[in-house]
């Protein structure tokens, strides 16, 4: 059974740092694209970052210059590190992974607080 299994979250102040992870347990044949979302309260889900299967990567305007999204060469595991965060970054945060016959697979979400 595949399962995709978040890290990192947390609480930090307005201009911290957090580094999220995500480790594919299980097997995702043809594993291309892997992303991370987030959702704030009263929001829908949006993209954050990915990084395709080539390794090109695609950001939110939002987070760009601040959030580097990059994965082990095995894609066995997904990472997002975010600086100088801010309050209006606070969302769960999901983990995605496409495989090349664009099934999709969804992390359990990671919470992550910043305040002011």
């Known amino acids: 059974q595949v399962q995709l299994v978040e890290s990192g979250g947390g609480l930090v102040q307005a201009g911290g740092s957090l580094r999220l992870s995500c480790v594919v347990s299980?097997?995702?044949?043809?594993?291309?694209?892997m992303g991370w979302y987030r959702q704030a309260p009263g929001k829908q889900r949006e993209l954050v970052a990915v990084?395709?299967?080539?390794?090109?990567?695609n950001y939110a305007d939002s987070v760009k210059g601040r959030f580097t999204i990059s994965r082990d060469n095995a894609k066995t595991t997904v990472y997002l590190q975010m600086n100088s965060l801010k309050p209006e970054d606070t969302a769960v945060y999901y983990c995605n992974v496409h495989n090349i016959w664009n099934r999709e697979y969804w992390g359990q979400g990671t919470q992550v607080t910043v305040s002011s």
């Open positions: 990084i395709s299967g080539g390794g090109s990567t």
């Open positions: 299980g097997t995702i044949f043809g594993i291309n694209a």
